[in-house]
């Protein structure tokens, strides 16, 4: 069974920094894609950025709203995907899932983590 | 950034009813678009990739269709289970955009 588990939310400071953890177990790996998606409540999903897998080089992609504050890296030897996430805002504050994607760019995100709140707040 | 315009905001249904929800993109997506039902407190999960094709597990009285940049949710007989929020999403280059969701009710 494919599970994925988010951890290391709660509450910062604006400015502050945080790394979101996906423990992921039920499947290869190394063979997946993975992303990280938030969503801030009540309002749509938004896509941050996703790795590849081993056969694409995990090699990265982010959404330019991110990019240079958010870094996603995975290791496939412990089965984790990271969220760095740095110079918070108040804006970052949202749940944030990881997500399973396919072999190739374009795949759809088949399974998701339950959630993790970010709360950016002083 | 490729738009995905999504219609309508929330709907009200009877059950056995038939539903139809639409995304607009803003640009030709190919067939780069799946759509998920969240349901309240829950994460998204997949129901339709590739436009038109179902995921494991999930109802056939879901199907997505495709008409140029036009792509549909259609839920044939409308049942409680379904309420929730549908959103669709298109890969076809990045940013990965999100449609704005449809809230779907019992009527």
């Known amino acids: 069974e494919v599970k994925l588990l988010e951890s290391g939310g709660g509450l910062v400071q604006p400015g502050g920094s945080m790394r979101l953890s996906c423990a992921a177990s039920?499947?290869?790996?190394?063979?997946?894609?993975m992303y990280w998606i938030r969503q801030p409540a009540g309002k749509a999903p938004e896509w941050l950025g996703f790795?590849?897998?081993?056969?694409?080089?995990?090699?990265?992609e982010y959404n330019p709203s991110v990019k240079g504050r958010f870094t996603i890296s995975r290791d496939n030897t412990q089965n984790m995907l990271y969220l760095q996430m740095n110079t918070l805002r108040a804006e970052d504050t949202a749940t944030y899932y990881c997500?399973?994607?396919?072999?190739?760019?374009?795949?759809?995100?088949?399974?998701w983590g339950q959630g993790v709140m970010v709360t950016v707040s002083s | 950034d490729i738009q995905m315009t999504q219609s309508p905001a929330s709907l009200s249904a009877s059950l056995e009813e038939i539903v139809t929800i639409t995304c607009q993109a803003s640009?030709?997506?190919?067939?780069?678009l799946s759509w998920y039902q969240q349901k309240p407190g829950k994460s998204p999960q997949l129901l339709i990739y590739?436009?038109?094709s179902l995921a494991d597990g999930v109802p056939s009285r879901f199907s997505g269709s495709r008409s140029g940049t036009q792509y549909s949710l259609k839920i044939s007989r409308l049942q409680v289970e379904d309420i929730g929020i549908y959103y669709c999403?298109?890969?076809?280059?990045?940013?990965?955009?999100f449609g704005s969701g449809t809230k779907l009710e019992i009527k």
């Open positions: 999403l298109q890969a076809y280059s990045a940013p990965l955009t």
């Open positions: 640009q030709d997506i190919g067939n780069w």
């Open positions: 590739g436009a038109t």
């Open positions: 997500a399973r994607s396919g072999y190739y760019d374009g795949y759809p995100l088949d399974y």
């Open positions: 790795i590849r897998n081993k056969a694409n080089g995990y090699t990265t």
């Open positions: 039920g499947f290869t790996f190394t063979d997946f894609y």
